[in-house]
């Protein structure tokens, strides 16, 4: 399904989340998309037309509005919501309907929520991912740095020539030497990781030390460093 190479072998991690995926909804845990619509379709059927859920059952309307809050147009939907009602829809079945303070009704699918939970959560999975391989690349060519400033004792910045609060920069964007990295290597990329305990951030894991020996020796060929003051080097980073 996936081709170990590049960008397509990094978003691997995509499948490995969902299939240990558990949604949390109002404090409870499902453990499949298909256990989140049964429970919310069961709500819907069991009750009679014109049902006020917050009425009825203040448990089962606190779930309900709490999944509606995924829905994309939930606020909107929602604006001067009193209640949730069972009503049936144009095809003659239960569906949910909200409840306004002037007593008009808004449709609002049962089904639709879960699919902006799933792109909600996927992307934090994917946003989570992507900064601890980047925390690990970086980690792993701290002792390049280290060898830098013991071979390079005449320090001053590139751009200014100051000697105050230099920081070891790459000519080329480090981002740009991960995007090569990532795009040329056949190696599967990590989606999981360790804890530096001093820094507190992501490192290989001892699994995956092909993979960081691999990009350590990349790195050390295409790389070429130098000296940045701290202000030059934050606007670089802006350009």
Not at 64 to 93: S, T
Not at 108 to 132: G, L, Q, R, T
């Amino acid at each position: 399904m996936y081709k170990e190479k590049g960008y397509k072998d990094f978003f691997i991690y995509s499948y490995i989340m969902k299939r240990n995926k558990i949604y949390k909804i109002n404090n409870k845990e499902y453990k499949t998309q298909q256990a989140v619509l049964e429970y919310f379709k069961n709500i819907k059927d069991k009750y009679s037309e014109y049902t006020y859920l917050k009425k009825t059952n203040i448990e089962e309307y606190n779930d309900v509005n709490e999944y509606f809050k995924f829905h994309h147009e939930y606020e909107e939907k929602a604006q001067d919501m009193i209640d949730i009602m069972i009503k049936k829809d144009n095809m003659g079945w239960n569906a949910y309907f909200i409840v306004k303070s002037n007593q008009e009704l808004i449709s609002i699918s049962y089904k639709h929520p879960i699919k902006c939970y799933n792109k909600k959560i996927d992307y934090i999975e994917k946003k989570d991912v992507e900064y601890n391989l980047k925390q690990a690349l970086v980690n792993s060519i701290e002792q390049q740095k280290i060898d830098f400033r013991k071979k390079n004792d005449k320090r001053f910045c590139a751009f200014c020539k100051s000697e105050d609060k230099l920081e070891v920069d790459h000519i080329y964007h480090f981002n740009k030497i991960i995007k090569d990295f990532l795009e040329q290597t056949n190696l599967k990329t990590p989606t999981i990781f360790d804890n530096h305990e001093k820094l507190n951030s992501a490192i290989f894991r001892n699994e995956d030390k092909l993979y960081e020996e691999s990009f350590k020796k990349y790195h050390l060929e295409h790389a070429t460093l130098r000296y940045l003051c701290k202000s030059c080097n934050v606007k670089r980073a802006k350009n």
